[in-house]
């Protein structure tokens, strides 16, 4: 199985609004900021985010809920 990707778009496709998703990310170390940045350029609203800190700040989750 090739989970690889080209870009972040393609790594959300799939993602629908209402979905629950679960994000890495302990501080700075592993924020998925490009997929969490597609999501908000895609207008993805409505998402239940479980995480370990996946932010700080203006950057990581904050900047899309």
Known sequence: MNKLV????????GIE???TLMLGGA????IPE?????MADAG???LTCISNHACVDDFGLVVVF
């Open 6 to 13: 080209s870009n972040a778009q393609e790594a959300i496709a």
């Open 17 to 19: 609004n209402d979905m």
């Open 27 to 30: 501080g700075l170390c592993g």
């Open 34 to 38: 490009n997929c969490i940045s597609a």
């Open 44 to 46: 993805t609203t409505g």
